[in-house]
């Protein structure tokens, strides 16, 4: 996130983390020759805060490293002193519910477009609340979603900060009145959500989700999910599905750390499974929402 003066006045009381200090969220800045700001040169994380405390904070530092890893760079601190940051951050915003955003980038460097050597990396922490009422009111009633071409770059495995077709397709959707846009490849097959995992349901009941690749982001919540279902004794297949098969699909539903497991109920305007949540997406979720508890009191 890169606040230069923002028009908006930030809640009372919203702190921001840059480089090594926490500032008031309108002071927070990075240098107008940031790499992130100039390419898009670095990668970010979105951790949830249920009951405040931080989910999953290990596979998503994992993740972390990884795609720094995957763009040459190293994590800008100990993953111990990491996870102390996002904590401090979200106490310090007084976050029970909602998310925290890192985001880690190459650093500040007069503007070529190849790495310059010896740059320090510019390290961002904010933190936002969550409607939960809202979240859960469309967990009740479930989502729409609408089909777009996928025209992202190859590596969609990496966290990257460059979102624009992402950005795009989202606000698309919403003008069609959907909540998120499904990315679809050459071949038909989706791929995954502007911001989250694409799930159907069989019709013997097993949820069917893409198999990871250089496009297909390894979401936390995806793999929290099939690791939780494999302990409840259900399977999960991991192939590619067409949207022919979806629209025919038991059920459909998305996964996100900010939304957990989020039914979907039309497809480019077509209902699917009779235009309501089914219980397979409902048992998903209260398996994923069970294990939130249990850290939450741990």
């Not at 405040?52 to 720094?68: K, N, Q, T, W």
């Not at 995806?222 to 590619?240: H, K, N, P, Q």
């Not at 989020?262 to 397979?280: S, T």
């Amino acid at each position: 996130m890169f606040v230069h003066g923002a028009r908006r006045r930030p809640p009372p009381g919203r702190v921001a983390y840059v480089d090594g200090r926490y500032v008031r969220h309108g002071e927070a800045m990075v240098h107008v020759e940031d790499r992130g700001l100039q390419f898009a040169d670095s990668v970010y994380e979105v951790i949830t805060v249920s009951r405040g405390r931080l989910r999953d904070v290990a596979p998503h530092l994992a993740r972390l490293e990884r795609s720094l890893g995957e763009i040459g760079m190293r994590m800008p601190i100990r993953p111990s002193s990491l996870t102390a940051v996002l904590t401090e951050t979200a106490r310090r915003n007084r976050l029970k519910e909602g998310f925290v955003y890192l985001q880690v980038t190459r650093g500040a460097a007069s503007r070529d477009h190849a790495v310059p050597p010896c740059i320090a990396p510019t390290l961002i922490v904010t933190a936002k609340h969550s409607d939960m009422q809202a979240v859960e009111a469309r967990r009740a009633s479930g989502i729409a979603v609408v089909t777009t071409r996928d025209t992202r770059w190859a590596r969609c495995d990496i966290k990257s900060t460059g979102l624009l077709p992402n950005v795009m397709a989202k606000t698309d959707a919403r003008k069609k009145g959907a909540f998120e846009a499904w990315f679809v490849d050459a071949k038909g097959f989706v791929t995954e959500g502007s911001s989250t995992n694409a799930w159907i349901v069989a019709s013997d009941g097993t949820p069917i989700t893409r198999s990871l690749s250089d496009n297909i982001l390894p979401g936390v919540t995806r793999g929290v999910l099939i690791r939780t279902m494999a302990a409840a004794g259900l399977g999960v297949t991991e192939r590619a599905f067409s949207v022919g098969e979806a629209l025919s699909a038991r059920e459909a539903f998305i996964s996100s750390a900010t939304g957990g497991v989020m039914p979907v109920v039309r497809i480019d305007g077509k209902a699917v499974a009779g235009g309501a949540p089914g219980p397979v997406a409902k048992r998903m979720h209260g398996l994923y929402r069970e294990l939130s508890l249990k850290d939450s009191n741990a």
